[in-house]
Every structure is written in C-alpha cells, then in structure tokens.
C-alpha cells in the first residue's frame, strides 16, 4: 500500500514539475512575444491560469501526505497517549466533513461548468474545479486512512500527532549554535 502511494505521490510531484514548466514558459513566452513582436499568445493566460489552479490543489495534497501544513502542536504534544488520539479522532473527523462539503461544492461547480467554456482556448470551465474535486477526495483518502489505522491502534505517539516539523529541535539549537558566534562578533566590532 505505502508502494502505491510514493508512486502515486513521484506522479504528483512530476505533474506539479510539469505544471510549473508549462507555466513558466506560457508567461514567458507571452511577454517576451507581447515586448518584441508586439503580439502574444492569447491563450497563455487562460492554460496559465488552469495550470495555477491545478498546481496549487496537487500541492496541497501533497502537503496533507508529507504533514507539511501549517498547524499547531503546543497542546497535543503535551497530552498523553489517549489525549492525542482524542485530538487526533476530533480533528479528522471535521477535516473529513470539511472535505465533504468541499468535494460536494466542487462536484456541482464540475458539473456546471460542463456547460461553460472558457473564451479563447474553449476549455470546459469544469476544469478548474475539477482540481478542486480531485484534491478533495485525495485528501479525504489521506485522512480516512490516518483515521482508520488511529482508531485500530497502528499509529506511533509521534503519528498522533499530524503536524511535521520543518526542523527538529536539535537542527534548531545547532543552528542557533551557529549564529552565537556571529552575533558575539558583530556585536564586539560595533
């Protein structure tokens, strides 16, 4: 399961490169177009734009499987086993219901925009919230699955805990070590 996963995750990451590479060159290319020929593609904004959407929805996903969203753990990391996974249980639960009424708004706003096509390239408007269905139900996997293997017992103290630290402690105190000495000399030179 956690093969088809860093699969499916490596496939993600590639479309967001892609994605990003398609952007650059669309913008790019526009402008230098618009700056040298005096003219430029008309529907760079419009694939730009699409592109943007779909970027930034994958990358939320992404950010859900590596724990990489912003949160606060100050509470939970004090409570005990049984406290995190109340937390844990409560948390994902609303998330979950969030997600619903997310993927439930996207699912309509698809279906509308079926009808609706953008003005210069003719792409459904469906597109831009299908991005928003597709992350909705990948996230909503993430958390169910992080839910059931909680409520089963497969998780670590540290799991309950569903925020990841952009540096561990000891990365931190190393490098305010490292700064220690400059502070001190500049402070000695002034």
């Known amino acids: 399961m956690k093969a088809v996963a860093d699969w499916l995750?490596?496939?993600?990451?590639?479309?967001?490169?892609?994605?990003?590479?398609?952007?650059?060159?669309?913008?790019?290319?526009?402008?230098?177009?618009?700056?040298?020929?005096?003219?430029?593609?008309a529907a760079s904004e419009e694939i730009s734009r699409l592109a943007f959407v779909w970027l930034i929805f994958l990358g939320a996903v992404v950010a859900v499987r590596e724990r990489a969203h912003v949160g606060v753990d100050m509470l939970v990391?004090?409570?005990?086993?049984?406290?995190?996974?109340a937390c844990m249980v409560v948390t994902n639960?609303?998330?979950?219901y969030a997600l619903w009424l997310?993927?439930?708004?996207s699912w309509q706003q698809t279906v509308i925009g079926l009808q609706?096509?953008?003005?210069?390239?003719?792409?459904?408007?469906a597109a831009f919230s299908a991005a928003g269905l597709v992350a909705a139900v990948a996230m909503g996997v993430l958390f169910a699955l992080?839910?059931?293997r909680a409520l089963t017992?497969?998780?670590?103290?540290?799991?309950l805990v569903q925020v990841r630290e952009s540096a561990d402690e000891g990365e931190a105190a190393e490098t305010l070590?490292?700064?220690a000495p400059h502070e001190q000399a500049g402070g000695k030179k002034q």
């Open 93 to 96: 639960a609303l998330i979950l």
């Open 102 to 105: 997310f993927a439930e708004g």
């Open 77 to 85: 990391r004090l409570l005990p086993r049984a406290g995190r996974l």
């Open 116 to 125: 609706s096509k953008s003005p210069v390239t003719g792409v459904p408007l």
């Open 9 to 41: 995750q490596k496939i993600t990451e590639w479309t967001m490169a892609a994605t990003l590479a398609v952007m650059v060159v669309l913008v790019f290319g526009n402008a230098a177009g618009r700056y040298l020929f005096n003219s430029g593609l």
């Open 153 to 159: 017992g497969r998780l670590s103290d540290d799991e």
């Open 146 to 148: 992080d839910l059931i």
């Open 177 to 179: 070590r490292e700064l």
